[in-house]
């Protein structure tokens, strides 16, 4: 499954940001979907993730409380709304889709995108 990301920017921070996850393909409603990001010279970090129906969660402590995830099957589209944006929140993020069990891992993810950049400044 292809997936495009969508919606980074430059932000103040304490500001929101709308990222958006699309695929072309149908099947991409039978995946969870895993939201990462990778600042330069770090490693890419697990951000949260929605099961396929989009009833089950999991977040990084570090965004818990302040980004949620949601998915709309008929658009083939998964969102991550970010809120109360802190400079450290500052990278490229990307989704992939899974069928693992265990979300964290991003070697569990089958493809990537290209990223969108979040930039967020004081």
């Known amino acids: 499954v292809h997936v495009v990301e969508s919606g980074g920017g430059l932000v103040q921070a304490g500001g929101s940001l709308r990222l958006s996850c699309t695929a072309s393909d149908q099947s991409f409603s039978n995946y969870a979907i895993g939201w990462f990001r990778q600042a330069p010279g770090k490693e890419r970090e697990f951000v949260g993730a929605?099961?396929?129906?989009?009833?089950?969660?999991h977040y990084a402590n570090s965004v818990k409380g302040r980004f949620t995830i949601s998915r709309d099957n008929a658009k083939n589209t998964v969102y991550l709304q970010m809120d109360s944006l802190k400079p450290e929140d500052t990278a490229v993020y990307l989704c992939?889709?899974?069928?693992?069990?265990?979300?964290?891992?991003?070697?569990?993810?089958?493809?990537w995108g290209q990223g969108t950049q979040v930039t967020v400044f004081t």
């Open positions: 929605i099961n396929w129906g989009g009833r089950g969660r």
């Open positions: 992939s889709p899974t069928l693992a069990s265990y979300w964290e891992d991003p070697l569990e993810y089958d493809s």
